[in-house]
């Protein structure tokens, strides 16, 4: 089992940034990605950005979020961030990050793929007034 916990969320005016953070615990050695998902109100989740949990820490974003979302890992801790810069409305939604068991994508595109998740966190609420 692996635990995932979200944190970072809040409210910031359009133009801001946030830095979401997902803390992972237990068996993180069947990692092999971690992805950024969100959910607005009356919509399906979404992909958002995800890394490779490895040395390699390849990346892959949404083309939404391309250029404006940063995704890293600190190699000296179990937590994945999102730098999220340039936030406008439209990015309002709850943040999910989530992991996969024993699963590495072939390409770092097949990583949007939800199914693919295992574990999943609680989320955390970003809000973006305009």
């Known amino acids: 089992q692996v635990q995932l916990v979200e944190s970072g969320g809040g409210l910031v005016q359009a133009g801001g940034s946030l830095r979401l953070s997902c803390a992972a615990s237990?068996?993180?050695?069947?990692?092999?990605?971690v992805g950024w998902f969100r959910q607005a109100p009356g919509k399906e989740r979404e992909f958002v950005a995800a890394?490779?949990?490895?040395?390699?820490?390849?990346?892959y974003y949404a083309d939404s979020v391309k250029g404006r979302f940063t995704i890293s890992r600190a190699s000296t801790k179990n937590t994945v961030y999102l730098q999220m810069n340039s936030l406008g409305p439209e990015d309002t939604a709850v943040y999910y990050c989530?992991?996969?068991?024993?699963?590495?994508?072939?390409?770092?595109?097949?990583?949007?793929?939800?199914?693919?998740?295992?574990?999943w966190g609680q989320g955390t609420q970003v809000t973006v007034s305009s």
């Open positions: 989530a992991s996969s068991r024993y699963w590495h994508p072939t390409t770092m595109e097949e990583s949007a793929r939800t199914a693919e998740y295992t574990y």
């Open positions: 237990g068996r993180t050695s069947t990692t092999y990605v």
């Open positions: 890394i490779s949990w490895w040395s390699t820490y390849n990346t």
